[in-house]
C-alpha cells in the first residue's frame, strides 16, 4: 500500500512562490509516474502536472506551463511541484498521486490528502 503525503502549502501574495512536497512510503517509488492536481471550492479537480517514473518527461496543463515546474527525486522518493509566478486563480488544495499505468491511461491508484494553497491578491 503506497502512502503520499503532501507538503508545503500555504498562504503567499499573487506573485509569490511555493514549493510543495510529496512524500511517498510503501511501495517502489521510481516505478511509478506521478502527478499533482488540484481542486477549487466549487470546481472539478484537475490535473496540475505529471512526470515520468525516470522523471524524463513531464506535461502540464495550458493554466500552469511556464509558472509550475514539477521534478521527482526517487533517491528521496519525492515528487516536488515549484509554484512561481502565482495568480488567486491557482488557490486550491492540491493533491499528489501515483500509478504504475498513469502515463499511459492516466489512472492514478494512490492519493495524499492534500495541502491547501491560497494565493492573495
Known amino acids: 500500500q503506497v502512502q503520499l503525503v503532501e507538503s508545503g502549502g500555504g498562504l503567499v501574495q499573487a506573485g509569490g512562490s511555493l514549493r510543495l512536497s510529496c512524500a511517498a512510503s510503501g511501495g517502489t517509488f521510481s516505478r511509478y509516474a506521478m502527478g499533482w492536481f488540484r481542486q477549487a471550492p466549487g470546481k472539478e479537480r484537475e490535473t496540475v502536472a505529471a512526470?515520468?517514473?525516470?522523471?524524463?518527461?513531464?506535461v502540464y496543463a495550458d493554466s500552469v506551463k511556464g509558472r509550475f515546474t514539477i521534478s521527482r527525486d526517487n533517491a528521496k522518493n519525492t515528487v516536488y511541484l515549484q509554484m512561481n509566478s502565482l495568480k488567486p486563480e491557482d488557490t486550491a488544495v492540491y493533491y499528489c498521486?501515483?500509478?504504475?499505468?498513469?502515463?499511459?491511461?492516466?489512472?492514478?491508484?494512490?492519493w495524499g490528502q492534500g495541502t491547501k494553497v491560497t494565493v492573495s491578491s
Open positions: 498521486a501515483s500509478g504504475a499505468l498513469a502515463w499511459v491511461t492516466g489512472k492514478y491508484d494512490y
Open positions: 512526470i515520468t517514473w525516470s522523471g524524463s518527461s513531464t
